[in-house]
């Protein structure tokens, strides 16, 4: 791993959290993006070398929402960078971490994400990360 990437927090509304979180930081939001296939809307921060990521569920039953009803909002997970994706899954998974997802997916911010089960990293969501590189340089 070679550095935190990102903090993920669970917010209600983006439309009250943004404003929030830049007058916080001192920090414009500087991209939000929707990611579909969790579900959620994004804001990205970067006050420093760590981003921070707010996460608002786009469904009442999406992953957030539920996150939201059950610990209310506040840290999501934490996410690591990593310089190979799959190999670093096939270590983890080896030493006995259990993987959400099989396979790298699509993530927000141009990144290929897997995260690991809280049980086995003492209630932590960690996300894994890498950029996407274009493959035509």
Excluded at 44 to 55: D, N, Q
Aim: glycine letters at 6%; charged letters at 25%.
């Amino acid at each position: 791993m070679q550095k935190v990437d990102h903090i993920g927090i669970a917010v209600k509304s983006l439309d009250n959290s943004v404003p929030l979180f830049e007058k916080l930081l001192n920090s414009p939001c500087y991209k939000t993006e929707p990611v579909e296939n969790e579900m959620v809307n994004t804001a990205f921060f970067k006050p420093g070398e760590t981003k921070i990521e707010l996460l608002e569920s786009t469904q009442p039953d999406g992953i957030i929402a539920r996150f939201i009803t059950k610990n209310g909002e506040g840290l999501h997970h934490i996410a690591f960078e990593v310089a190979d994706l799959e190999q670093e899954m096939k270590r983890l998974k080896k030493l006995g971490f259990v993987l959400l997802n099989e396979r790298p997916k699509p993530g927000a911010d141009n990144k290929l994400v897997c995260f690991l089960h809280p049980k086995n990293t003492n209630g932590v969501l960690i996300e894994l990360c890498m950029e996407i590189t274009d493959s035509t340089d």
